[in-house]
């Protein structure tokens, strides 16, 4: 089984592969606007992904932060397009999710996630696009062997086991009264 983590942003998409004891890592980049960027993103992914035995993670959008959120939104749109048409699976992770997995803290810094991605697994980078697909690969990998009995969440330590418990269990959203208006 091949874990795919993608950390998809416009300039610099990182994608890292992990299966057995072997790492593979890209980091997309373009110059390129528009369409084009687009387009060429999506091909270098579809490229890189295995022909079988793979499962791929994805991190969500980071709602929160509405910077570039339509742009963005567009290379979500077009990737999720393209799985589609090639019958490939993928999950969404949140990005609080992706850091807890990591680091233990939901809301630690991108620039420290890359210390604790070497800390907990031992991946080096100085490229904090990197690390994060790493983690999501990592959080891929422990949620498919979940699924699949291959492990049990209790194999993870508590903040890990908490991430996939939630990923597993979500929780519904509290839904906002509405206000009546006179």
Known sequence: MIYVGLDLALCETGMVKIWEANTGRALITTKTRGVDRLDYICNEIILRIPPK????????????????????GELHGALKHL?????????????????????????????????????????????????????????TEAHHKVL???????????????????????????RRKKKELI
Do not use: M
């Open 53 to 72: 035995d793979y499962y791929i993670g994805i991190e969500n959008y980071a709602y929160g932060r509405p910077n570039q959120a339509h742009q963005i």
């Open 83 to 139: 799985f589609f048409r090639f019958q490939i699976e993928y999950n969404l992770y949140a990005p609080k999710s992706i850091k807890k997995f990591a680091s233990g803290k939901g809301n630690a810094k991108k620039e420290l996630l890359i210390r604790d991605v070497f800390k907990r697994w031992g991946f080096e980078t100085d490229n904090n696009n990197l690390a994060d697909a790493y983690a999501i690969a990592k959080l």
């Open 148 to 174: 699949t009995c291959e492990a049990a969440i209790e194999d993870y330590p508590v903040f890990q086991q908490e991430v996939l418990r939630g990923i597993l269990n979500p929780t519904p959203k509290k």
